[in-house]
């Protein structure tokens, strides 16, 4: 199996997931998606110094993970393969910012380490929650609930396209890739001079693809958006989420829940 179709797999492993019959999953994906957007908010809304008031929210995705019973090692390999991105944002930190923040002891440590660890914490945090609410509704149902919540119809439906366009580049690729490993002398897949010249036909074959689909898909009475199959309907326990969520945030944000459950542990002991 080529790297192309491990990749295609992967990507298709978070609606698998979705389609299992979990409590989060029985969850309106309304509520789950209001619910994430709030968790987002309130990680960000943190300053660049704060670490440690940020700790308690990781009982959210904890919780997330074990109710919708999600492998934590479908996580885990995400976020290891976005984690360049985030230490390219935050690399340059410690050197920019030598300002000592913090002393510990005869250490003093610079601002810029404690702004790097934030920006690794928010990456966690945020990329953990919006992953887990794939894993727990799936991407379809994901956009139709952005679309019910008030997102423009034209955004959902650029949502939906990309997702479906992201499969057939990836067909694509593994086909392009295949022919040439069953017509190469070692089996090997092409090498980085061989893929420049394949993705140029990789992107025509993938357009000429795509224009069939879009095709067949004016053919089939396609207006420009993408209706759900799954009915909405709103519970009280989506009513309970929400709240209960919600106030969690609220006591994590302004409450100083990281130095309440401090105490408690420390009185614990």
């Not at 309304?30 to 309130?42: C, N, S």
């Not at 019973?69 to 030598?98: E, H, K, T």
């Not at 993705?199 to 420009?224: I, P």
């Amino acid at each position: 199996m080529s790297r192309i179709d491990v990749l295609a797999r992967d990507m298709e492993s978070l609606d698998l997931l979705a389609s299992r019959d979990t409590p989060v999953r029985r969850l309106d994906p309304r509520a789950k998606a209001a619910v994430t957007a709030m968790f987002l908010g309130t990680v960000v809304s943190f300053g660049k110094y704060e670490i440690a008031e940020m700790t308690p929210l990781f009982l959210y995705p904890a919780a997330i993970l074990a109710l919708g019973q999600v492998p934590a090692r479908v996580l885990f390999r995400y976020l290891l393969f976005a984690s360049p991105f985030a230490l390219l944002a935050g690399m340059f930190n410690p050197v920019l910012d030598r300002e000592t923040a913090i002393s510990l002891g005869a250490l003093d440590v610079p601002g810029g380490w404690i702004s790097f660890a934030s920006i690794m914490l928010r990456f966690m945090l945020t990329v953990s929650a919006v992953l887990l609410l794939l894993a727990c509704t799936g991407y379809v149902q994901v956009c139709a609930a952005l679309g019910r919540l008030g997102a423009p119809r034209i955004v959902i439906t650029q949502f939906l396209l990309l997702h479906r366009y992201m499969f057939i580049l990836s067909d694509e690729a593994a086909r392009m890739t295949r022919a040439h490993m069953l017509r190469s002398r070692d089996g090997r897949g092409p090498g980085i001079r061989v893929w420049a010249s394949l993705a140029g036909h990789l992107l025509l074959h993938a357009h000429d693809r795509g224009s069939r689909t879009h095709s067949a898909m004016l053919a089939r009475g396609f207006d420009g958006s993408l209706p759900s199959l799954r009915a909405f309907r709103w519970s009280w326990a989506d009513t309970c989420f929400l709240a209960g969520c919600g106030g969690f945030f609220v006591l994590a944000r302004f409450g100083n829940l990281a130095e309440r459950l401090g105490d408690l542990m420390g009185f614990a002991v």
